[in-house]
């Protein structure tokens, strides 16, 4: 994994971000409800029965999988179904470090795009990037029997405006030096573009492949946020004159 992770950034905004602790909320809500934590047998059985599968739109998807000495049914959607279990799926998580990783980041680049686009709009460009982000990952792995699930996709789609709005803001980044970590201050730009190019590259290499990490999926969420935001009237913002960290 790139380590590159954006702790905060000194962008304030005009307006309380409650869209996007309330997304942090809810998917905290449901992670704590998921069997395991989102990690284990009963999490998977969990995922299959939630979650999106890439075949289910394929006839020559199997009916059901065995994953050690359980037999897992994959169950038949329709497109309306394999919507929903798109949208459900944002909100599920494989693990800690899973949702600690996407909510660390929507985080520090969700509250400046809530600023820009307003709490309506806002969360349905949220929803419509996790979608958008689902079809990459489908699109790229059709054959695939693995439920997709986690905010990536949304989350990359918030950074893909984030890059388009706040190029020139400075974010506070922690940084592994061999066994210590540090702090440095990147412009968005740099770390987004840095992001966005190691997902690119891993994706590509592992398209149409078995993979445990939907890294399409971020690749298709960050251009729904880029393209999405210029078609919305997003341009470069006047940067921030004032440090304000926010941890």
Same mark, same amino acid.
């Given at each position: 994994?790139?380590?590159?992770?954006?702790?905060?950034?000194?962008?304030?905004?005009?307006?309380?971000?409650?869209?996007?602790?309330?997304?942090?909320?809810?998917?905290?809500?449901?992670?704590?409800?998921?069997?395991?934590?989102?990690?284990?047998?009963?999490?998977?059985?969990?995922?299959?029965?939630?979650?999106?599968?890439?075949?289910?739109?394929?006839?020559?998807?199997?009916?059901?999988?065995?994953?050690?000495?359980?037999?897992?049914?994959?169950?038949?959607?329709?497109?309306?179904?394999?919507?929903?279990?798109?949208?459900?799926?944002?909100?599920?998580?494989?693990?800690?470090?899973?949702?600690?990783?996407?909510?660390?980041?929507?985080?520090?680049?969700?509250?400046?795009?809530?600023?820009?686009?307003?709490?309506?709009?806002?969360?349905?460009?949220?929803?419509?990037?996790?979608?958008?982000? +689902?079809?990459?990952?489908?699109?790229?792995?059709?054959?695939?029997?693995?439920? +997709?699930?986690?905010?990536?996709?949304?989350?990359?789609?918030?950074?893909?405006?984030?890059?388009?709005?706040?190029?020139?803001?400075?974010?506070?980044?922690?940084?592994?030096?061999?066994?210590?970590?540090?702090?440095?201050?990147?412009?968005?730009?740099?770390?987004?573009?840095?992001?966005?190019?190691?997902?690119?590259?891993?994706?590509?290499?592992?398209?149409?492949?078995?993979?445990?990490?939907?890294?399409?999926?971020?690749?298709?969420?960050?251009?729904?946020?880029?393209?999405?935001?210029?078609?919305?009237?997003?341009?470069?913002?006047?940067?921030?004159?004032?440090?304000?960290?926010?941890?």
């Amino acid at each position: 994994m790139l380590a590159l992770i954006p702790i905060s950034d000194a962008n304030p905004t005009r307006r309380f971000p409650y869209v996007t602790i309330g997304i942090i909320v809810a998917n905290v809500l449901v992670f704590f409800r998921e069997p395991g934590f989102g990690s284990g047998l009963e999490a998977n059985l969990y995922f299959f029965q939630n979650g999106p599968i890439p075949c289910q739109l394929e006839a020559t998807c199997p009916s059901a999988l065995q994953i050690g000495s359980e037999i897992i049914n994959i169950p038949e959607r329709g497109l309306a179904s394999f919507l929903a279990a798109i949208l459900v799926s944002t909100f599920l998580h494989a693990g800690f470090l899973h949702i600690i990783g996407n909510m660390l980041f929507l985080w520090v680049f969700g509250n400046n795009i809530e600023d820009f686009l307003g709490p309506v709009k806002y969360l349905a460009f949220y929803l419509l990037g996790g979608i958008a982000a +689902a079809w990459a990952h489908i699109f790229t792995h059709s054959d695939s029997v693995v439920p +997709a699930v986690g905010a990536s996709g949304a989350v990359a789609a918030v950074m893909g405006a984030y890059l388009v709005l706040h190029p020139r803001a400075r974010v506070n980044v922690l940084v592994p030096i061999i066994i210590i970590f540090t702090v440095i201050q990147m412009p968005a730009f740099a770390v987004l573009a840095l992001w966005f190019v190691y997902q690119f590259f891993i994706g590509a290499q592992e398209a149409g492949g078995a993979t445990s990490v939907a890294w399409m999926a971020h690749v298709g969420g960050f251009a729904f946020g880029l393209l999405g935001i210029l078609l919305m009237g997003g341009r470069p913002q006047r940067p921030a004159r004032v440090w304000h960290p926010r941890y």
